[in-house]
Protein backbone atom coordinates (compact mmCIF):
# COMPACT_ATOMS: atom_id res chain seq x y z
CA UNK A 1 0.00 0.00 0.00
CA UNK A 2 1.41 3.37 -1.02
CA UNK A 3 0.56 6.63 0.68
CA UNK A 4 1.14 10.34 -0.49
CA UNK A 5 0.53 12.51 2.48
CA UNK A 6 0.77 16.56 2.09
CA UNK A 7 1.35 19.06 4.46
CA UNK A 8 1.83 22.69 4.89
CA UNK A 9 -1.51 24.45 3.19
CA UNK A 10 -2.75 27.57 5.31
CA UNK A 11 -4.09 30.68 4.72
CA UNK A 12 -1.83 33.65 3.47
CA UNK A 13 -2.24 37.47 2.21
CA UNK A 14 -1.55 38.19 -0.92
CA UNK A 15 2.60 38.23 -1.58
CA UNK A 16 3.25 36.01 1.19
CA UNK A 17 4.61 32.27 1.05
CA UNK A 18 3.76 29.04 1.60
CA UNK A 19 5.84 25.41 1.73
CA UNK A 20 3.57 22.64 0.78
CA UNK A 21 5.45 18.96 1.44
CA UNK A 22 4.35 15.58 0.09
CA UNK A 23 5.87 12.38 1.62
CA UNK A 24 5.57 9.23 -0.13
CA UNK A 25 5.42 5.73 1.89
CA UNK A 26 4.84 2.33 1.59
CA UNK A 27 5.82 -0.86 -0.93
CA UNK A 28 7.67 1.43 -3.14
CA UNK A 29 10.16 0.38 -5.17
CA UNK A 30 11.33 3.80 -7.59
CA UNK A 31 9.26 6.96 -8.12
CA UNK A 32 10.01 8.12 -11.08
CA UNK A 33 7.84 12.04 -11.57
CA UNK A 34 6.68 13.71 -8.56
CA UNK A 35 4.31 16.86 -8.99
CA UNK A 36 1.77 19.17 -7.76
CA UNK A 37 -1.28 20.03 -8.98
CA UNK A 38 -4.39 22.43 -8.21
CA UNK A 39 -7.75 22.64 -8.57
CA UNK A 40 -9.81 25.57 -7.84
CA UNK A 41 -13.68 25.71 -7.34
CA UNK A 42 -15.43 25.19 -10.32
CA UNK A 43 -12.33 24.38 -12.66
CA UNK A 44 -10.92 21.27 -13.96
CA UNK A 45 -7.28 19.93 -11.93
CA UNK A 46 -4.19 21.27 -13.44
CA UNK A 47 -0.41 21.18 -13.81
CA UNK A 48 1.43 23.31 -11.12
CA UNK A 49 5.09 21.87 -11.57
CA UNK A 50 6.75 18.45 -11.51
CA UNK A 51 10.06 17.27 -11.33
CA UNK A 52 11.82 14.11 -12.18
CA UNK A 53 14.02 11.58 -10.54
CA UNK A 54 17.26 13.24 -12.28
CA UNK A 55 16.08 16.90 -10.77
CA UNK A 56 14.46 18.14 -14.34
CA UNK A 57 11.63 20.29 -13.36
CA UNK A 58 8.67 22.12 -15.13
CA UNK A 59 6.39 24.63 -14.58
CA UNK A 60 3.14 26.30 -15.58
CA UNK A 61 3.16 29.00 -16.88
CA UNK A 62 0.85 30.98 -14.33
CA UNK A 63 3.53 30.32 -11.44
CA UNK A 64 7.16 30.39 -13.32
CA UNK A 65 9.68 32.43 -11.34
CA UNK A 66 7.61 32.55 -8.30
CA UNK A 67 6.95 28.78 -7.44
CA UNK A 68 9.94 26.46 -6.73
CA UNK A 69 9.38 22.45 -6.87
CA UNK A 70 12.33 20.31 -5.21
CA UNK A 71 12.53 16.41 -3.65
CA UNK A 72 14.82 14.56 -1.58
CA UNK A 73 14.79 11.47 -3.15
CA UNK A 74 16.26 9.48 -0.09
CA UNK A 75 12.85 10.24 2.19
CA UNK A 76 10.37 9.75 -1.40
CA UNK A 77 9.37 13.58 -0.32
CA UNK A 78 8.53 16.51 -2.86
CA UNK A 79 8.42 20.17 -1.68
CA UNK A 80 6.45 23.03 -3.80
CA UNK A 81 7.99 26.28 -2.25
CA UNK A 82 5.50 28.98 -3.14
CA UNK A 83 6.00 32.77 -3.21
CA UNK A 84 4.26 35.80 -3.97
CA UNK A 85 1.65 34.34 -4.00
CA UNK A 86 -1.70 35.58 -5.18
CA UNK A 87 -5.41 35.25 -5.26
CA UNK A 88 -5.88 33.36 -7.99
CA UNK A 89 -3.47 30.64 -6.41
CA UNK A 90 -6.26 30.01 -4.02
CA UNK A 91 -7.12 25.74 -5.06
CA UNK A 92 -6.65 22.66 -3.12
CA UNK A 93 -3.57 21.26 -4.20
CA UNK A 94 -2.63 17.90 -4.71
CA UNK A 95 1.01 16.14 -4.91
CA UNK A 96 1.45 13.08 -7.44
CA UNK A 97 3.67 10.31 -7.60
CA UNK A 98 4.21 8.09 -10.65
CA UNK A 99 5.44 5.12 -9.46
CA UNK A 100 6.25 1.16 -9.24
CA UNK A 101 5.91 -0.56 -5.97
CA UNK A 102 5.80 -3.86 -5.17
CA UNK A 103 2.65 -5.23 -6.12
CA UNK A 104 2.39 -3.59 -9.44
CA UNK A 105 4.49 -4.71 -12.88
CA UNK A 106 4.23 -1.42 -14.33
CA UNK A 107 4.38 2.35 -12.58
CA UNK A 108 1.57 3.65 -11.66
CA UNK A 109 -0.25 7.22 -10.73
CA UNK A 110 -0.80 7.76 -7.10
CA UNK A 111 -2.82 11.11 -5.55
CA UNK A 112 -2.97 12.71 -1.92
CA UNK A 113 -5.45 13.65 -0.45
CA UNK A 114 -4.65 17.71 -1.51
CA UNK A 115 -4.47 20.49 0.83
CA UNK A 116 -5.79 23.72 0.67
CA UNK A 117 -4.33 26.75 0.00
CA UNK A 118 -6.15 29.94 0.34
CA UNK A 119 -4.91 33.57 -0.82
CA UNK A 120 -6.46 36.51 0.62
CA UNK A 121 -6.83 39.56 3.01
Known amino acids: QVQLVESGGGLVQPGGSLRLSCAASGSIVRIYTMGWYRQAPGKQRELVAT???????SYADSVKGRFAISRENARNTVYLQMNSLKPEDTAVYYC???????????????WGQGTQVTVSS
Open 51 to 57: IISGGNT
Open 96 to 110: NAVLKDYSSTFPRNY
